[in-house]
Nanobody, 115 residues
């Protein structure tokens, strides 16, 4: 069984930073395809970032230049460093792992950007 657990969310002022982590456990062969989505109140789930083949990372235009995704394969953990946070970044952030035919999701961690 695969489990993903996010941590690191919280309340931060506009312009501040937060770092999220997602620990993968269970029958995980690699974390090279993992990514992040987010869901703001009253909105659908929105793509944030993901690893692609060739060791590159794709980012949503709304976070490009402010968010950085990284990973530690030995720890089976992916990270999302979020800088210059804006109120519109407020959402529940979910990590995911594609494992065809399934996709595994974490339980989410709340990020609130507010004064």
């Amino acid at each position: 069984q695969v489990q993903l657990m996010e941590s690191g969310g919280g309340l931060v002022q506009p312009g501040g930073s937060l770092s999220l982590s997602c620990l993968a456990s269970g029958r995980i062969f690699n974390i090279n395809d993992m990514g992040w989505y987010r869901q703001a109140p009253g909105k659908g789930r929105e793509f944030v970032a993901r690893f692609t083949s060739g060791s590159t990372t794709n980012y949503a235009d709304s976070v490009k230049g402010r968010f950085t995704m990284s990973r530690d394969n030995a720890k089976k953990t992916v990270y999302l460093q979020m800088n210059s946070l804006k109120p519109e970044d407020t959402a529940v952030y979910y990590c995911y792992l594609p494992a065809p035919p399934s996709t595994y999701w974490g339980q989410g961690t709340q990020v609130t950007v507010s004064t």
